[in-house]
């Protein structure tokens, strides 16, 4: 019966993705029903995020308010689905439940080896330098390369303004200090 289980998507209250996937899984599980719900996910990916030139990793959930679900489509589980607290429906015209194609599936099953990263630093932000043999000057971001990790900044130093180049870690914003 697994043959015929294809991926569906249901629409949640936004920030009950993991507590109505808990709440199918529990169902699952307490009916004996793996045969019918194969998989329930909430898909996310990891984010690293620098902020105050300190580096942190950060789970973030790439569909917030979806969930992704195997299952095979019956009058039973789509009950189950969506009698579930939290759940508002399947995506699909008119609230029915409508495959994800073989094509879909894969652009949304494609876990990224090299995390996302994310900055609070953009063109004309002034900042202060850190960490470096500049540590304290101020300067004004010239341009930032994400792929790179680095950020060109003018840094004014006695006077003067001296073009650098610099990690992303070693510049604080300056409204967030």
Known sequence: MSEAAKWYVIHTYSGYENKVKQNIEKVVENRKLHDLILEVRVPTEKVTEITDGKTKEVERKTFPGY???????????????????????????????????????????????????????????????????????????????????????????????????????QVIRLDDI
């Open 67 to 169: 969930v992704l679900l195997k299952m095979v489509y019956t009058d039973e589980s789509w009950y189950i689905v969506k009698s579930t607290r939290g759940v508002t429906g399947f995506v699909g015209p008119a609230s029915e439940p409508t495959p994800l194609s073989e094509k879909e599936v894969e652009a949304l099953g494609v876990s990224l080896d090299t995390p996302a990263v994310e900055v609070n630093i953009s063109a004309g932000d002034s900042v202060r330098v850190s960490g470096t043999a500049m540590d304290g000057f101020v300067g004004v971001v010239q341009k930032v390369d994400i792929d790179n990790g680095t950020v060109d900044v003018l840094v004014s130093m006695f006077g003067r303004e001296t073009p650098a180049t610099l990690s992303l870690t």
